[in-house]
């Protein structure tokens, strides 16, 4: 069974750094993109950035120049790296995989950025 798995969540200062990582079972060669959202309590899960298989990026406006989205493809894995983090970056992260017409969610960890 094709999966996606995330690691890396945890609790960090204003202005610290984390790195999230999306593992693979297979290779992310076979993902036509892989995305990374979060949802924070009451809202709604939004796109903050994506890797396509020829290796575009894009990223929601409030991260673009704090985080950044690779890929590392002997490893099958996906990471964010998250630096200058904010109290309002805290939600937890979920990776999306495009796999023909199916869409792998992992399930999820946690990030909480303390003032």
């Known amino acids: 069974q094709v999966q996606v798995a995330e690691s890396g969540g945890g609790l960090v200062q204003a202005g610290g750094s984390l790195r999230l990582s999306c593992a693979a079972s297979?290779?992310?060669?076979?993902?036509?993109?892989v995305g990374w959202y979060r949802q924070a309590p009451g809202k709604q899960r939004e796109l903050v950035a994506a890797?396509?298989?020829?290796?575009?990026?894009n990223y929601a406006d409030s991260v673009k120049g704090r985080f950044t989205i690779s890929r590392d493809n002997a490893k099958n894995t996906v990471y964010l790296q998250m630096n200058s983090l904010k109290p309002e970056d805290t939600a937890v992260y979920y990776c999306?995989?495009?796999?023909?017409?199916?869409?792998?969610w992992g399930q999820g960890t946690q990030v909480t950025v303390s003032t």
């Open positions: 999306n995989a495009m796999y023909w017409a199916d869409r792998l």
């Open positions: 297979i290779s992310i060669f076979s993902f036509q993109k």
């Open positions: 890797i396509t298989n020829d290796g575009v990026t």
